[in-house]
């Protein structure tokens, strides 16, 4: 099952990869197969992550959903467009700074809806401008996790930066 699943989130739809945010009102539709100074992670790798040990994993939603992957923190403020220097990148920045006692190697997992979702792709792209070494693109997101049958959870109340 994950083997077909990771077919499914390695669908080329032939976008190339890009380092500049996609602006908030485009951000549905196809994504790059990959992401700069990012790497792109599947179902199973997650999986495997996760199972050895979430503590040094930090999983971010990107999507304003109520349901999320077991132990995501909120991060759907940073999925939006706008530009490295906005005060989007700002308040991501101090949050990040917080969650990750300012540890830019720490591992970043960042999903959102699906292979045709760009809010996590933005989100990651952010994360990797402030610094951060160890970024992970889900590209698969929020999809790929429920066709694997993959227990969800519920999302925070609010989002930090809302």
């Known amino acids: 099952m994950l083997d077909q699943m990771a077919q499914f989130e390695r669908q080329d739809f032939g976008v190339a990869p890009t380092s500049r ?3 908030s009102d485009q951000l549905g539709g196809p994504t790059p ?3 700069p100074g990012g ?3 599947t179902t199973a790798e997650l ?3 996760l199972q050895r040990g979430q503590g040094q994993v930090m999983l971010l939603h990107a999507h304003g959903s109520m349901q999320h992957l ?3 923190i909120a991060g759907a403020p940073a999925a939006q467009g ?3 220097d906005d005060e989007v990148q700002r308040g991501f920045g101090q949050y990040l700074r917080q969650a990750t006692g300012g540890d830019l190697s720490r591992m970043l997992v960042l999903y959102c ?3 045709q979702c760009w809010g996590s792709y933005n989100a990651a792209l952010r994360a990797i401008r402030l610094g951060y070494r160890n970024v992970h693109w889900y590209r698969g997101g ?3 996790w429920q066709e694997a049958g993959l227990p969800l959870g519920q999302a925070d109340a609010q989002a930090p930066g809302r």
């Open 21 to 23: 945010l996609r602006p």
């Open 33 to 35: 197969t990959s992401i």
């Open 39 to 41: 790497r792109v992670i």
């Open 47 to 49: 999986l495997s992550l």
């Open 70 to 72: 077991p132990g995501a």
């Open 82 to 84: 706008g530009s490295f």
């Open 113 to 115: 809806g699906g292979v």
């Open 142 to 144: 929020l999809q790929a």
